[in-house]
């Protein structure tokens, strides 16, 4: 029984990360891909100053740091803190370190 029990919230705690994840790349592409593109290289971005977020230097940012970009925004982005929440952030933080 304990092993029966200790399986299913494994199982929780995969389904809440596959669903964290979907959430952030839903918001990447509502909230972010209109400048950095689906893939993270953008046109629009790199024009205004951004490096592409496939690049080394943002891949090796923590999430905590890309999350802090997402909040207070960095140059001319402007911050998404207020139009999401912290886990939304959160969320897309970890998507970018996903992009390819
Ligand atoms: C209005 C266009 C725009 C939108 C929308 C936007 N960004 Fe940006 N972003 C930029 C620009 C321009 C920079 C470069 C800022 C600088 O360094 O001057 C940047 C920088 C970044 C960086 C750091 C890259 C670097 O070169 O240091 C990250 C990470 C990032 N954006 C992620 C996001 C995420 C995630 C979203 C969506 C929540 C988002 N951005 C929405 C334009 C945008």
Redesign the pocket.
Known sequence: MKKLVAGMSLAAMMLAGTMAFAAGAD??KA??????GADGKGA??????????T?P??QG?SDA??AK??SD??????G?KGK?SDDQ?KA??G??KTLK
């Not at 024009?47 to 592409?52: E, I, N, R, Y």
């Open positions: 918001d990447y909230k972010c891909a209109m400048c950095h629009m971005a790199t024009k205004m100053g951004s490096k592409p977020l690049d230097a943002v940012m740091d890309i970009i997402i925004g960095k140059g001319k982005m402007t998404f999401l952030i897309v933080a998507y970018v």
